[in-house]
């Protein structure tokens, strides 16, 4: 069944249905699916701390001083070859390198195979699409399929997913077994990004055939909450979407979460303030009463006070996207996305106390 | 046979959550082949090495006895009395371990779950696309994934089926709006609630149920579900991946499938070639080429009566296609001494409500 099958490949395929979903609800019109906004960097500083909760891979790992990372667009097979070793070993930084890059090259793979298939100049389709999303700003405008910087968007697509394919050679299921537990160690251990992805879940346990299976899956219900909490102290960017995905109960990590619409509220006016686009959240709370508004307004605002006021914040991920985005690093025009897990940025301002 | 109206509706969903974006991203290619699966998407699915598994892997399946399902009506309410009415003699039936009662119950909580959510997010122009999207696919179906690498007389049986009875199932279809009219007065079923039923039903060997339970789109389900009721929505999940039934299904999913491939269920029989060959639906197993090959070979033969063609040109190498063959006689062997036909999946399909468990 066509679109069962597809439908329900992208089912299991979460990252793939909060990233797309992200766009979808950014959209200024179609051909924005096709080049999003450029990404922003999600760099902050590596926590060094421990945690009485967590355990670490390896004690010593957050205060070695870090190893260079090979530069972006190294080939996989390459990564491996140099930092498996100092990765295995509870280099975090190279853990989470390798554990990103390998796991969004599991998901590369499935992309380019499926974006390679893809016929998405039909037009009758196309207008399907626009029939669907309805959009005002859709309207008037040539079809897509009609429209030369749509099919060259379609083509340069098409281009990059195979560039990302080829940069993706070596994957292999040991390397993704070994890179999953990678992950973990690396969030456990600190690290920025191997805390946004493997806290929010989806990106990896979707993405791996048999994820749920894994003993990762089962550490991540026990683990992902405290993880989120330590991010949001620390004043991780994509901590606030994460929360507001997760009290709103509209993402897999909400699976963990007892339903919270003020704090989801609060949340969600947060990461849109982080984003730099507050009237993003006010679209998304034409549901949500008018004195819960107010209440998590006065929460998102101390939130902000005590988590990220005083910090350079890098801008976070649309909420739905939140800790999945990195995974698309490669596949989209005009994306800055930083090396994953490269050095932290020294932070050295203290938290506010108000 | 029931399970595709489920399968259908959880596709509904997906493309309403995704708006069309994600659709347009993955549109039509979802790997047709076999062959292109198993090279394009790496995994252990060369050895079937169950590598680091939980669960699933590391330890033997655990041991499940799936009945063999005989709905069992006796005492249940007319499937067409309001839903108020249904679910406390349903959930009292299921309870005395009445299986097509939890069968009946599962359908109508994710039916409802599933309506109330629609109900609220689409406008009727979204629901149009939508519908007219899915018909399209539908005439698609069988022409462009399960029959391709058929020989043509099977395609050609498929294609009359799909003109003729299936369509006229498809406008039968049950509607958001259907649903959603029956919904409204009936009180919500916890989502555990729901989980429970579809296992009882799986368990007792409900086609369509063991599919649902084993393959995982239960979950993929609550997760669009969830997405649907947007934000400020009313989450009737909340905390679900925190429910011991997950941990049951975990322990038991795989177990599932393996008896409804071993049976010649042609409901798994078709998920497993189809949906599954993807790794998509995989969620706590790499996907198995030799199973993909020996289910799709499998389905031929409850189609055509005979046993056909080696499932040597499916990509596998000689010794995989030994296996896969070898599993294929003894799950069509089964099927047929069991009456399973082919017909069943695209019953399936199309049929829709409570009727599905019966």
């Known amino acids: 069944m066509r679109l069962t099958a597809r439908a329900s490949l992208l089912a299991a395929s979460g990252i793939v249905v909060a990233a797309l979903t992200a766009w979808w609800l950014q959209r200024d019109d179609v051909t924005a699916l096709l080049a999003p ?5 999600t760099r902050f500083d590596a926590d060094a701390s421990a945690s009485p909760i967590l355990d670490k891979p390896s004690d010593d790992t957050d205060t070695a001083k870090p190893i260079a990372l090979p530069p972006k667009g190294t080939p996989l097979g390459r990564l491996w070859a140099t930092l498996q070793a ?8 190279a853990a989470c390198r390798l554990a990103i890059e390998t796991v969004r090259c599991v998901h590369v793979a499935r992309v380019a195979e499926t974006w ?8 009758g389709e196309l207008q399907t699409l626009l029939d669907f999303e309805g959009a005002p700003s859709s309207f008037g405008r040539p079809a897509p399929a009609n429209d030369p910087q749509a099919r060259g968007a379609v083509n340069a697509m098409t281009e990059r997913t195979r560039a990302a394919a080829r940069q993706c050679e070596g994957l292999s299921q040991d390397r993704t077994d070994i890179a999953i537990s990678l992950l973990r160690a690396a969030a456990l251990a600190g690290q920025p990004d191997a ?12 993405t791996i055939p048999g994820g749920m299976g894994r003993p990762e899956f089962e550490q991540w219900r026990r683990e992902a909450p405290m993880v989120v909490a330590r991010m949001l102290d620390k004043g991780h960017p994509e901590a606030p979407g994460l929360l507001a995905g997760a009290y709103s109960g509209q993402t897999w990590l909400g699976g963990l979460y007892e339903a919270d619409l003020e704090r989801a509220t609060a949340h969600l006016i947060l990461n849109a303030r982080l984003m730099g686009r507050p009237e993003m959240a006010e679209r998304q709370l034409t549901k949500v009463p008018a004195e819960i508004k107010a209440r998590a307004r006065q929460q998102a605002e101390a939130l902000y006070i005590r988590h990220y006021a005083g910090r350079p914040v890098d801008k976070p991920s649309y909420y739905l996207g939140a800790g999945t985005r990195i995974l698309q690093s490669g596949l989209f025009e005009g994306e800055t996305e930083p090396v994953p897990c490269s050095p932290p940025r020294a932070v050295d301002s203290p938290v506010p106390q108000q | 046979m ?92 299921a309870a005395r371990g009445n299986a097509t009662a939890a069968c ?33 696919s539908l005439r698609e179906q069988y022409a462009d994934v399960s029959l391709e690498r058929l020989p043509e007389r099977y395609r050609a049986y498929a294609q009359r089926r799909i003109d003729t009875e299936a369509l006229q199932e498809f406008d039968r279809f049950q509607s958001p709006d259907a649903w959603g009219r029956r919904c409204t007065d009936a009180p919500p079923i916890p989502h555990d609630e729901i989980l429970a039923a579809l296992r009882q039903a799986a368990l007792a060997g409900e086609p369509g149920s063991m599919v649902q339970y084993a393959s995982g789109l239960w979950m993929a389900e609550i997760s669009i579900i969830n997405f649907l009721g947007g934000f400020g929505g009313t989450p009737s999940t909340a905390g679900w991946l925190r429910s011991p039934g997950i941990d049951q299904w975990r322990r038991e999913a795989a177990a599932v499938r393996r008896a409804g491939l071993e049976r010649g269920d042609p409901e798994m029989l078709w998920v497993e070639f189809t949906l599954a060959q993807t790794a998509g639906l995989r969620l706590l197993e790499p996907t198995d080429p030799i199973d993909s090959a020996a289910a799709l070979r499998t389905y031929a033969a409850l189609i055509g009566g005979h046993s056909p063609e080696s499932t040597a040109s499916l990509g596998l ?10 599993r294929s006689d003894a799950w069509a062997a089964r099927a047929r001494e069991r009456g399973r036909r082919a017909e069943d999946v695209t019953d399936g399909l199309f049929a829709g409500g409570l009727s599905a468990c019966d």
Request: net charge negative; charged share 20%; aromatic share 4%.
């Open chain 2, 2 to 93: 029931k399970t595709g109206h489920r399968i259908t509706l959880a596709a509904v969903l997906l493309g309403a959550a995704a708006g069309g974006a994600w659709w347009w991203m993955v549109r039509s290619s979802t790997p047709t082949h076999i062959e292109q699966a198993a090279v394009t998407v790496p995994r252990a699915t060369e050895t079937t090495k169950p590598s680091t598994m939980a669960g699933t892997a590391d330890s033997p399946l655990p041991a499940l006895t799936i009945g063999e399902y005989r709905p069992d009506t006796a005492g249940l309410p007319p499937i067409d009395a309001p839903l108020a009415v249904q679910i406390p003699a349903l959930r009292d039936a």
């Open chain 1, 86 to 93: 100092a990765a295995q070993s509870g280099e975090s930084g």
């Open chain 1, 37 to 41: 906004e450029a990404k922003a960097p």
């Open chain 1, 195 to 206: 805390q946004a992805v493997y806290a929010a879940g989806e990106g990896w346990f979707l």
């Open chain 1, 116 to 123: 390679a298939a893809s016929q998405a100049s039909e037009a």
């Open chain 2, 104 to 136: 009946r119950m599962a359908v109508i909580g994710s039916q409802c779950r599933r309506a109330r959510a629609l109900g609220v997010n689409l406008t009727p122009g979204q629901s149009a696309a939508m519908m007219r999207q899915i018909e399209d």
């Open chain 2, 317 to 326: 190498t000689p010794e995989q296609a030994i296996e896969a063959d070898r």
